[in-house]
């Protein structure tokens, strides 16, 4: 078949193909440890569900507005302005299925080809994705372990020329974990304010932070602007399944990505989104359980992976995720990647699934339960004793 050319540059997010090939494993009996794929193991909490299948039992089957149902924009809007403390209004909000939309249709709705984008890398791989597949250039910016995974100011600025549109922020970071401090936030905004560039910050690990809280970027002075928010429930809420995400925009451009929605998926699942009003104003204390317990397992795994030979590993403030450096143990990622799953029995995703500066590393994914994590230590000490 003659594809359109602009199929060889989209890529993929690998963490699907090693969980495909980790169920086919398991198929043939082998007992395998899920240590890659990034969604909590936990269920969604029972007062969401209950609100979904009441909304289902009133008929709320039916397509709805493409921006999303006025009774959800306005509480993201509440509630995304309360904490961040800014100030947005139900025009702002895009509600889209999953938070990854927004990705595309911002990156759509703002760069032209031939634009420059500026990524994290070792990063979500949809980032780079995007932006090669609409022919603008993808500038990585590397995500150092010796700055805890967070990037370099100077070396931002160093990236930036006329063509630069975009720097995409994710905070906490998909794979590594790292925030990114004030500080850190204030110098990429006067980069942004001065270059005049848009910020896509994807926010949508915002809730699962283990030291202070979250901050956003568009509550510095004149970022709202020129900021796209995204977030979503699928890791606050344990609602991967449901698919429903948002954006916050200047509402210029919320237009036109509701335009854009229009054009896609006309709107997002209407029982989904009562459900989802329940999330935002409901009794919020299964999503603290949650965070109590993946700290925990953060603990164990981090000190559990340190006390391995040729392996160290930095303690990340949020997300569910450790990229522990194998540097030292002499095999490239992608290999160790595969060994571990075919020897070891331990499903994991090379660094370099997350972009090339990701050699060296390897993601685990602690979204699973205290037992399984240390029975996954075990293994992994004794392949790594067998090297
Ligand atoms: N952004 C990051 C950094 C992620 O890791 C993910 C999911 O893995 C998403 C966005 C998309 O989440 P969803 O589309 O499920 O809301």
């Known amino acids: 078949m003659k594809l359109a050319d602009r199929m060889s540059r989209l890529g993929t997010e690998t963490a699907f193909v090693v969980l495909a090939k980790a169920k086919e494993l398991e198929a043939q009996g082998r007992e395998i440890i899920h240590l890659e794929i990034g969604e909590p193991d936990f269920d969604t909490p029972r ?3 209950d609100k979904a299948i009441d909304a289902l039992n009133n008929h709320w089957t039916h397509y709805g507005p493409a921006a999303g149902l006025p009774a959800l924009r306005e509480t993201i809007a509440r509630e995304v302005s309360r904490f961040r403390d800014i100030k947005v209004g139900p025009e702002n909000v895009v ?3 999953g938070a990854k939309p927004i990705m595309f249709y911002a990156i759509l709705a703002l760069i032209n080809e031939g634009d420059e984008v500026i990524y994290p890398n070792p990063g979500f791989p949809i980032y780079e994705s995007v932006i090669n597949f609409i022919g603008a250039r993808p500038v990585p910016i590397r995500m150092r372990e010796e700055k805890q995974f967070r990037l370099d100011v100077d070396e931002l600025i160093s990236l930036i020329n006329p063509k630069t549109r975009m720097i995409i922020i994710n905070s906490p970071e998909n794979p590594t974990g790292s925030v990114l401090t004030n500080k850190d936030l204030e110098a990429i905004a006067e980069v942004s304010i001065k270059n005049d560039i848009y910020i896509l910050a994807d926010e949508i690990y915002s809730r699962l932070i283990y030291s202070g809280r979250h901050h956003s970027i568009a509550s510095l002075p004149d970022m709202l602007e020129r900021t796209i928010i995204l977030d979503g429930y699928s890791k606050t809420y344990a609602m991967t399944g449901w698919r429903l995400g948002y954006g916050v925009m200047p509402r210029a451009l919320a237009d036109q990505v509701a335009k854009l929605q229009t054009n896609c998926n006309s709107c997002t699942a209407s029982f989904s989104q009562i459900a989802g009003i329940e999330a935002l104003t ?3 204390s299964a ?6 317990e993946f700290k925990k397992r953060r603990d164990l795994i981090v000190a559990g992976l340190n006390d391995i030979e040729g392996i160290s590993c930095l303690r990340p403030d949020g997300a569910f995720y450790v990229f522990p450096n194998v540097k030292s143990l002499g095999i490239a990622s992608s290999r160790f990647e595969s060994r571990l799953l075919s020897e070891a029995g331990i499903a994991t995703l090379s660094g370099t699934s997350f972009g090339a500066f990701g050699e060296g590393y390897i993601r685990l994914s602690y979204a699973n339960s205290i037992p399984n994590i240390e029975k ?7 392949f790594v004793e067998s090297l």
């Open 376 to 382: 996954a230590l075990d293994k992994l000490r004794h």
């Open 287 to 292: 999503v603290d359980k949650m965070v109590t």
């Open 47 to 49: 007062n969401i569900i």
């Open 95 to 97: 509600v889209t299925p």
């Open 282 to 284: 409901g009794d919020q």
